[in-house]
């Protein structure tokens, strides 16, 4: 689709607020509606409008795969980290009270940080399956299921 | 809804089809921000309606958009089973109490404490974030590792053949080769 200039122009004009409103979503899920897990759909939203209008190749000069599967990785060890750091500072698994001079204060802490965790993993985990699913050849499915 | 559901069952393009479930999920949506479940509302547009069409449209490109219409056989007894279930599911509701009761026994486990609790304990103005991430943070744990593990088991089956540079391997060697040395050759790198 890389041919269809108002595509081209209108999606480039999109993209930067999908990701800013993704970020907005993201940190202002304490106040508001939304949290980790919408952010992260909808910042691999705006990432997957740009592979479906540059082609996969070109989103993955942006975020090579390697790199999406290392914050997929992170996102999950952020979560459990702050489990660890709640042991490690004297109470129970993903206990967030210590993590800061006053109870309140470890709770938001806590909670930014794990929704932070969660809306990598999210946003990685979207952009890996449709890369994956979007880089396969069509030719390559039919030869593994044209012995049926 | 409704319609939309029929529309769904009838239409044999599955490009309409995908649409259709991008509609369903959005009115779902709507449905939510009526009962004032924002939060909800919010993840089923960005996944129900987004996401999940997307991917069901990058299936699309790998597959066929025409449906291949199966021969109908036993039709009597699919609908005896359908119509059954769907009794037993109704009368099921039967014993529910009804949408917006103060008593239901769902407001007064542990939610009274959540509600009167969440700006002393937690001190977030959005309860569902605070029971979300705090009161209930083993289950959004669960949840992330799920999804991690979606990812992860997609890679393990699929993963192999997203590297461009391998096109001329495919392209280079015969047919019959293709299938194992060559993804092995694929993930090793």
Redesign the interface.
């Known amino acids: 689709m890389r041919q269809k200039i108002i595509l081209r122009v209108i999606s480039k004009f999109l993209i930067p607020y999908i990701l800013l409103f993704a970020l907005y979503?993201q940190w202002h899920?304490?106040?508001?509606?939304?949290?980790g897990?919408?952010a992260g759909?909808?910042f691999?939203?705006g990432f997957?409008l740009y592979a479906?209008i540059f082609g996969v190749?070109t989103a993955r000069e942006v975020l090579s795969?390697t790199t999406t599967?290392f914050l997929?990785?992170i996102?999950?060890l952020l979560?459990?980290g702050v489990?660890v750091a709640g042991i490690l500072l004297g109470g129970n698994y993903?206990d967030?009270n210590v993590l800061a001079d006053t109870?309140?204060g470890g709770?938001?802490v806590?909670?930014i940080l794990?929704?932070f965790?969660?809306g990598i993993?999210?946003a990685?985990?979207?952009i890996?399956?449709?890369?994956?699913?979007?880089?396969?050849?069509?030719?390559?499915?039919e030869?593994e299921y044209g012995e049926n | 809804m409704v319609i939309v559901a029929i529309a769904i069952a009838r239409i044999h393009d599955l490009f309409a089809v995908v649409m259709l479930t991008g509609i369903f999920s959005l009115l779902g949506a709507a449905a939510y921000v009526v009962m004032d479940a924002v939060d909800v509302a919010f993840t089923e547009a960005a996944v129900g309606a987004g996401a999940s069409t997307v991917l069901m449209l990058g299936t699309l490109a790998l597959t066929t958009s025409k449906e291949r219409p199966a021969p109908a056989k036993n039709v009597i007894s699919a609908l005896i089973v359908v119509v059954l279930t769907g009794v037993v599911l109704i009368y099921g509701t039967l014993d529910m109490p009804i949408y917006g009761d103060l008593m239901a026994p769902i407001h007064h486990h542990v939610a009274d404490h959540y509600l009167g609790g969440s700006s002393a304990e937690v001190g977030l103005p959005n309860v569902v974030t605070s029971v979300l991430a705090s009161y209930r943070s083993y289950d959004t744990l669960g949840e992330t590792f799920v999804i991690f593990t979606a990812a992860a088991g997609v890679l393990a089956i699929l993963g192999q053949s997203r590297l461009p540079r391998r096109q001329h391997d495919y392209e280079d060697s015969e047919k019959g080769m293709v299938s194992s040395p060559e993804k092995s050759k694929g993930s090793s790198t």
């Open positions: 979503v899920g304490d106040f508001g509606p939304g949290g897990f919408q759909v909808i691999a939203a997957i479906i190749a795969a599967r997929l990785v996102g999950v979560y459990s489990g993903l967030y109870p309140i709770q938001h806590g909670i794990v929704e965790g969660v993993t999210v990685a985990s979207v890996t399956i449709f890369c994956t699913f979007a880089g396969r050849r069509p030719e390559e499915h030869e």
